[in-house]
């Protein structure tokens, strides 16, 4: 897409899957910023508001909140610096990896406690099964 090609909102909505009223809650946000408009006040979009959308989506898909990438937001703007951004990146990606490291070892202790209960059943189950045929 050439610089000075601009994007209606149900162009972006198509490239980029999300809907219309999510394109237009992440600029409420601020995480969209400088949405430029044309007459009637009609949004318009270039290729910095469609890669930036596409930068959301993937941290939303690594489990970032809207918050989160909000704060990245802040801190670019704050420090205008990428490395400061990609560093705050780095660190709230370190704590998701490990929250869900231990969620991975609760859902694994919680699998191995319902196999348990389900042998448990599963006994209990034939034990009646066999009184019943006595």
């Given at each position: 897409?050439?610089?000075s090609q601009?994007?209606?909102?149900?162009?972006?909505?198509?490239?980029?899957?999300?809907?219309?009223?999510?394109?237009?809650?992440y600029e409420?946000?601020?995480l969209l910023p400088g949405v430029r408009r044309?007459?009637?006040?009609?949004r318009v979009y270039g290729e910095d508001e469609l890669?930036?959308?596409?930068f959301i989506q993937r941290l939303k898909t690594l489990g970032l909140s809207l918050a989160e990438i909000g704060e990245l937001n802040a801190v670019y703007a704050i420090d205008g610096s990428t490395g400061a951004m990609l560093e705050r990146l780095d660190e709230l990606l370190d704590r998701h990896l490990t929250g869900l490291a231990q969620r991975i070892e609760e859902l694994g202790s919680l699998r191995d406690d319902i196999q348990k209960y389900r042998?448990?059943?599963?006994?209990?189950?034939?034990a009646l099964v066999q009184e019943g045929s006595e």
């Amino acid at each position: 897409m050439a610089n000075s090609q601009l994007l209606s909102i149900g162009a972006v909505c198509r490239a980029t899957g999300l809907s219309a009223r999510t394109v237009r809650y992440y600029e409420e946000l601020g995480l969209l910023p400088g949405v430029r408009r044309r007459e009637g006040a009609r949004r318009v979009y270039g290729e910095d508001e469609l890669e930036r959308l596409h930068f959301i989506q993937r941290l939303k898909t690594l489990g970032l909140s809207l918050a989160e990438i909000g704060e990245l937001n802040a801190v670019y703007a704050i420090d205008g610096s990428t490395g400061a951004m990609l560093e705050r990146l780095d660190e709230l990606l370190d704590r998701h990896l490990t929250g869900l490291a231990q969620r991975i070892e609760e859902l694994g202790s919680l699998r191995d406690d319902i196999q348990k209960y389900r042998d448990h059943v599963g006994a209990r189950a034939d034990a009646l099964v066999q009184e019943g045929s006595e």
